[in-house]
């Protein structure tokens, strides 16, 4: 079974700090529970010490370990003892919405007793209809009508009484009942919900029913806009049925509607249009989708849809057609009055035509831009492009030809990255890492850092760790030297490269300066996650030593004796907190702990009930 981790919860408890109490479960309870792997039995006991210690908290530290608690008992699918947790909480919205989270999942489990019980402790009434909602679909679902119109009168709530409508139309959808789902439909007040059942109920006709009855439910939605787009999805869906005449049909009754609201001057029109122009693509009916992407009224997105249909065409065999296209674009594009704009849809031509096999009118399209930002925009989805193709040689050549350097260099380590492992070019992220190091050394580069930065992510990759120690001295700013030393330190330790990541611990533990921010402890923390796991605890206490005073040292053990305790190495937690010899430290873990042995024993004890 796959090692489960609870980090988030293990450090919420572990750094509020323990309650200083004595540990009288320890003495109370048979040491088993306390020794690895923990017995099933122990899950009981476990959580209510666990409760008692968080409970002798001070009142501003319980709530956050507690639903840090709540929330990995529900991630975990342990939803009763997420339950136990979270009912005696004080009442708070944020309760609310996790008791919410658990009777919505035990409606899922149809577990009913559960999911009312939880429904009788929600305040809030906007979780309450949601969560009434859940149970009423849960029902329907599982055709157990009776007691789902039961909790719908019971309630007297319309909003409740039409999702339980839509839930029965669903279901009749499913059990091919037509003519039910349609008088059902009728019942639905929300002219919303009611047009979005129509269009369901309309699928599931277009399969099995009389094409008469298809047509009758999409004149009932009363929204014009909506009823075009259902037309058209339904066309596609009859065209992949190889419904030809359907497909016809409807997709002219989608122009029609489209027609109408253009002659009503309709406020999506434009919307309208651009979601029909794919789904008429989809069905390769280019000609119809290429008429109603000329009617878009803002000249960019007219011109992308126009760009696309281009594409398609080139792909099917119409290469004039696509030429022709892609010119009155171009052409067009002077339309375009926002600038921006207009230099982004050069880009996104260039862009399709490359897409379409033209790479050299593309790429002339793109050296006419004359500014050069947007210019190197263009370039790299061209070679980008290029390398979705494997056509490698020609991504470098375009990306060379990127004029400034800094974003000719980050170009090319962004092909080294996504080249890494490719077969049959095992040595050229290699060699494109190596000639931007080169030309790092040999010139200053304006925008240095954000190429420094990605040479780093490279050589990571490459697993080329010895180098990354050396450009890491390239950064003047010890902010970014910590940065890149906190990737350094979690990619070695990640593979068991226990050298160097020692001493890039050690290297980031020194540039921690005095002093007592909530940054600095942050830093700390994260320093503290990337310990390599299998180091000696011993040589963990010492390296704590490198901080200059006993409260971070405190922190930095303390995490990482939660990081070994969180994948299931508590012994080795027990150990290093031993080692520290820092009763504080002790106190602090307490809680931690106990969140481990808990989250063991009630693995164990899920383990031993599947087995039955």
């Given at each position: 079974?796959?090692?489960?981790?609870?980090?988030?919860?293990?450090?919420?408890?572990?750094?509020?700090?323990?309650?200083?109490?004595?540990?009288?479960f320890?003495?109370?309870?048979a040491?088993?529970?306390?020794?690895?792997?923990?017995?099933?039995?122990?899950?009981?006991?476990?959580?209510?010490?666990?409760?008692?210690?968080?409970?002798?908290?001070?009142?501003?530290?319980?709530?956050?370990?507690?639903?840090?608690?709540?929330?990995?008992?529900?991630?975990?699918?342990?939803?009763?003892?997420?339950?136990?947790?979270?009912?005696?909480?004080?009442?708070?919205r944020?309760?609310?919405?996790?008791?919410?989270?658990?009777?919505?999942?035990?409606?899922?489990?149809?577990?009913?007793?559960?999911?009312?019980?939880?429904?009788?402790?929600?305040?809030?009434?906007?979780h309450?209809?949601?969560?009434?909602?859940?149970?009423?679909?849960?029902?329907?679902?599982?055709?157990e009508?009776?007691?789902?119109?039961?909790?719908?009168?019971?309630?007297?709530?319309?909003?409740?009484?039409?999702?339980?409508?839509?839930?029965?139309?669903?279901?009749?959808?499913?059990?091919?009942?037509?003519?039910?789902?349609?008088?059902?439909?009728?019942?639905i007040?929300?002219?919303?919900?009611?047009?979005g059942?129509?269009?369901?109920?309309?699928?599931?006709?277009?399969?099995?029913?009389?094409?008469?009855?298809?047509l009758?439910?999409?004149?009932?939605?009363?929204?014009?806009?909506?009823?075009?787009?259902?037309?058209?999805?339904?066309?596609?869906?009859?065209?992949?049925?190889?419904?030809?005449?359907?497909?016809?049909?409807?997709?002219?009754?989608?122009?029609?509607?489209?027609?109408?609201?253009?002659?009503?001057?309709?406020?999506?029109?434009?919307?309208?249009?651009?979601?029909?122009?794919?789904?008429?693509?989809?069905?390769d009916?280019?000609?119809?989708?290429?008429?109603?992407?000329?009617?878009?009224?803002?000249?960019?997105?007219?011109?992308?849809?126009?760009?696309?249909?281009?594409?398609?065409?080139?792909?099917q065999g119409?290469?004039?057609?696509?030429?022709?296209?892609?010119?009155?674009?171009?052409?067009?594009?002077?339309?375009?009055?926002?600038?921006?704009?207009?230099?982004?849809?050069?880009?996104?031509?260039?862009?399709?035509?490359?897409?379409?096999?033209?790479?050299?009118?593309?790429?002339?399209?793109?050296?006419?831009?004359?500014?050069?930002?947007?210019?190197?925009?263009?370039?790299?989805?061209?070679?980008?492009?290029?390398?979705?193709?494997?056509?490698?040689?020609?991504?470098?050549?375009?990306?060379?030809?990127?004029?400034?350097?800094?974003?000719?260099?980050?170009?090319l380590?962004?092909?080294?990255?996504?080249?890494?492992?490719?077969k049959?070019?095992?040595?050229?992220?290699?060699r494109?890492?190596?000639?931007?190091?080169?030309?790092?050394?040999?010139d200053?580069?304006?925008?240095?850092?954000?190429?420094?930065?990605?040479?780093?992510?490279?050589?990571?990759g490459?697993?080329?760790?010895?180098q990354?120690?050396?450009?890491?001295?390239?950064?003047?700013?010890?902010?970014?030297r910590?940065?890149?030393?906190?990737?350094?330190?979690?990619?070695?330790?990640?593979?068991?490269?226990?050298?160097?990541?020692?001493?890039?611990?050690?290297r980031?533990?020194?540039?921690?300066?005095?002093?007592?921010?909530?940054?600095?402890?942050?830093?700390?923390?994260?320093?503290?996650?990337?310990?390599p796991?299998?180091?000696?605890?011993?040589?963990?206490?010492?390296?704590?030593?490198?901080?200059?005073?006993p409260?971070?040292?405190?922190?930095?053990?303390?995490?990482?004796?939660?990081?070994?305790?969180?994948?299931?190495?508590?012994?080795?937690?027990?150990?290093?907190?031993?080692?520290?010899?820092?009763?504080?430290?002790?106190?602090?873990?307490?809680?931690?702990?106990?969140?481990?042995?808990?989250?063991?024993?009630?693995?164990?004890?899920?383990?031993?009930?599947?087995?039955?």
């Amino acid at each position: 079974m796959q090692a489960k981790t609870y980090g988030a919860l293990l450090i919420a408890l572990g750094l509020i700090g323990g309650s200083g109490a004595t540990p009288s479960f320890a003495q109370a309870q048979a040491e088993a529970c306390y020794v690895t792997p923990v017995p099933a039995e122990c899950a009981e006991p476990l959580m209510q010490e666990l409760l008692g210690r968080i409970d002798s908290l001070q009142d501003d530290d319980k709530e956050e370990p507690k639903y840090a608690l709540v929330d990995k008992l529900i991630q975990h699918g342990y939803l009763d003892s997420a339950f136990k947790v979270a009912r005696p909480m004080e009442e708070s919205r944020l309760k609310s919405t996790k008791l919410l989270i658990l009777g919505t999942l035990y409606a899922d489990q149809r577990n009913y007793a559960k999911a009312y019980e939880a429904l009788d402790l929600l305040s809030d009434p906007e979780h309450k209809r949601t969560l009434q909602t859940s149970i009423v679909r849960a029902f329907v679902s599982d055709g157990e009508v009776e007691p789902a119109l039961l909790l719908v009168k019971e309630v007297g709530d319309e909003t409740l009484s039409d999702s339980f409508q839509a839930s029965l139309v669903h279901r009749f959808v499913l059990e091919k009942r037509f003519e039910l789902a349609w008088q059902n439909v009728q019942e639905i007040n929300r002219p919303s919900l009611r047009n979005g059942t129509l269009a369901e109920l309309a699928f599931g006709q277009l399969r099995e029913r009389p094409f008469s009855e298809v047509l009758r439910t999409v004149a009932a939605i009363d929204d014009p806009a909506l009823q075009a787009q259902v037309y058209a999805q339904l066309g596609i869906l009859a065209h992949n049925l190889e419904k030809t005449q359907e497909a016809d049909s409807l997709f002219s009754k989608a122009l029609e509607t489209v027609s109408r609201l253009e002659d009503a001057a309709h406020e999506n029109t434009d919307h309208v249009r651009r979601t029909i122009v794919p789904m008429l693509q989809g069905s390769d009916r280019l000609d119809p989708a290429q008429r109603v992407a000329a009617g878009i009224d803002k000249p960019y997105d007219r011109l992308i849809n126009l760009a696309q249909i281009a594409a398609q065409r080139a792909r099917q065999g119409e290469p004039q057609k696509a030429k022709d296209l892609f010119t009155r674009n171009l052409a067009e594009i002077s339309q375009i009055s926002d600038p921006h704009l207009r230099v982004e849809s050069v880009g996104w031509q260039a862009q399709a035509m490359m897409e379409s096999g033209f790479t050299d009118e593309a790429l002339k399209v793109v050296a006419q831009i004359a500014d050069p930002i947007n210019k190197h925009n263009a370039q790299e989805r061209l070679a980008r492009i290029a390398l979705s193709r494997k056509d490698y040689g020609l991504a470098e050549e375009i990306l060379n030809g990127i004029e400034l350097e800094s974003r000719r260099l980050v170009g090319l380590l962004t092909m080294a990255a996504v080249t890494i492992g490719v077969k049959g070019q095992e040595d050229l992220p290699y060699r494109l890492a190596d000639a931007t190091q080169s030309a790092l050394e040999m010139d200053e580069l304006e925008g240095s850092g954000e190429v420094l930065n990605y040479l780093i992510e490279v050589r990571l990759g490459l697993k080329q760790f010895e180098q990354v120690q050396s450009l890491i001295n390239w950064y003047e700013d010890p902010e970014d030297r910590f940065r890149a030393l906190s990737k350094l330190g979690f990619a070695t330790a990640e593979a068991g490269e226990n050298g160097i990541a020692v001493e890039t611990l050690e290297r980031q533990l020194d540039l921690l300066v005095p002093g007592e921010t909530e940054w600095d402890l942050t830093r700390i923390a994260r320093t503290a996650q990337t310990v390599p796991l299998n180091l000696e605890p011993a040589d963990t206490v010492a390296l704590s030593r490198r901080l200059d005073d006993p409260k971070k040292q405190r922190l930095f053990l303390n995490v990482v004796a939660i990081t070994l305790a969180e994948r299931e190495r508590l012994e080795e937690a027990r150990t290093l907190v031993r080692l520290a010899e820092d009763p504080l430290l002790g106190k602090d873990f307490e809680l931690a702990e106990l969140g481990a042995l808990l989250f063991q024993s009630l693995d164990a004890k899920s383990r031993d009930s599947q087995a039955d």
